[in-house]
Nanobody, 115 residues
């Protein structure tokens, strides 16, 4: 399974970025997609997820600022990140889970927010 992400970069605080990811090569149906992130010296944590059934979750620190969307017919997922803050600086990983609960992550894309 391959996860190809794009859209990271460096922006100033308060600006926006859009992360996009396409999942390909899965034999089994993709039932969940989303984004995780890992800041320097910290563990990787879930940022947001969306299920094929339409359930959406956000970690508390991004609620009201980030919006996830997904197209399960194309296995694509997007994360619109608005009002970015320096504490959002991290490597962002696209994530997908199959109907058999196998988890996959992309290589990661760097997001850097300067104050």
């Amino acid at each position: 399974v391959q996860l190809q992400a794009s859209g990271g970069g460096m922006v100033q605080s308060g600006r926006s970025l859009l992360l996009s990811c396409t999942v390909s090569g899965s034999t089994y149906r993709i039932d969940d997609m989303g984004w995780h992130r890992q800041a320097p010296g910290k563990r990787r944590d879930v940022v947001s997820s969306i299920s094929r059934g339409g359930n959406i979750n956000y970690t508390d620190s991004v609620k009201g600022r980030f919006t996830i969307s997904g197209d399960f017919s194309k296995n694509t997922v997007h994360l619109q990140m608005d009002n970015l803050k320096p504490e959002d600086t991290a490597v962002y990983y696209c994530w997908a889970r199959t109907m058999l609960y196998d988890n996959f992550w992309g290589r990661g894309t760097q997001v850097t927010v300067s104050s």
